[in-house]
């Protein structure tokens, strides 16, 4: 595929040589973007960073990685809970050129001065910079990476490496850009290093890297920005992780629209996140013990997702009528955990309730809602099953409809949406959509409809009118950022080298 523009072909001659040459846009950028329709904008991109890398790090030979955000489809909060979700790795992205260095420093720099630069060692440990901070997310791969291979036969001083980082992935967002930087500078070490994993296995490490910034989340977010696949979308199954492909139905377009409501994951919002994965495992203990009282035994149960008649000997019925007799409906107090599991409060709390820097999650107000989180997670974990037996048979309607359940339980039982997703849900669904629901962690971020490709344009318009018109804060010619169909594409990869 010829790209003929000056633009592109000076790029080209920038960029580290792929197994294309120097004429051709590498399979890398063709399998990451859609370049007929974009080429002219992701050249001038590459070509910014190149000046950007050159301006800051002169001489130095380069290389580059990218790594995509996400947005999930359906299966949301279901990863930690040990139940499938159903992610496309996205055409936005973080990029970064970089080179190798002799000595163990990292250097990172941003095209986006909003990401001012930062500077460590790679040697163990790591200490973390303030919550919040960008060079964080490069810590939490690197001492990962570097623990993994602690005492092994790779294990060596290790060299760090300067990079240039440029990402388009809207932040907040819901799309995963965070977990896109950690994926990337994984990506980055291991080359550096000449090290080599299998991808599997650096997801979950990566998933588990992740804890170093403070959120307990699943794996989702690493596993689909290594392993996307241009055109399908992939469930993803945890515990332990493997991936079925979907294939993404044609003719239709899944229209990205942002609530311009951020939804951080870094900041006071972690709590708000990190609630649900505590509310979940109480839940399973609560279960736990209903659960030995029926079946005379200790269960092999410790997450929701551990609610199957293969674990539990038990059949589907049986175990759904169970679980609803053990729990009701009213928030659960400390007190009544602790005299239901036969433990003193401080002890529920330190076993339940820790944060990752050790302090207890306070008793929420409202108290623990396990029944609620309960029914979302295990019908959300269905949803997913049936979403991509959907795929599979083509029935976009059974999609639209199940998306459309999703957000309705997101909405009234995990209680991660807000009033703006629900607009744009509900705007959404008058304007065409066969389904609508926020993606990704919730408390605002995006939504993701499924449209008629026919209809993308009339969709657009009439979100534009009717949610983003007059919204503060919005500049003209920005509407692209914030409402656009998202095609799949592949995941992460490393250029040259
Ligand atoms: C965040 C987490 C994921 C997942 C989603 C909600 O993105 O990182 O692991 O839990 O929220 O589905």
Redesign the pocket.
Known sequence: MSIPTGEWQAVLQALPQGPGGREEPPELFREAYDLPQQGRRVAARYARLTAAFRERFPGAPLLLARAPGRI?LI??????NGLP?MPMAVDRDVAALFCSREDAGVVLTNTDPAFPERRFQATLPVAPGAAGDWGNYCKAAVQALMEHFRGGPQERSWRGFQATVDGNIPPAA?M?SS?ALVVLFALIFLRVNSLEMEVIELAGLLAAA?RYVG?Q?????QAISLMGRPGQALKIDFFPLRTRPAPLPTGYAFVVANSLVQAA?SADALDR?NRRPIECRLAAAVLRMAFSRRLGREPSLSLLGDLKPEKLGLSEEEITQTARGALHERPYTLRELSALLGEPPEAVAAAYCSRRDGTIFPEPADGFKLFQRYRHVVEEGRRVEAAFAALQRGEVTSLGRLMNESHGSCRDLYEISCPELDALVEIALKSGALGSRLT???FGGCTVSLVESGRVGRFISALAREYYRGLPGREEGELEDLVFPSRAARGAGVLGG
């Open positions: 999930n299966g949301e909060h279901t990863d930690y979700v819901g995963s977990s992740e959120t989340g699943g794996g989702m977010d994951k996140y990704g962690a919730g």
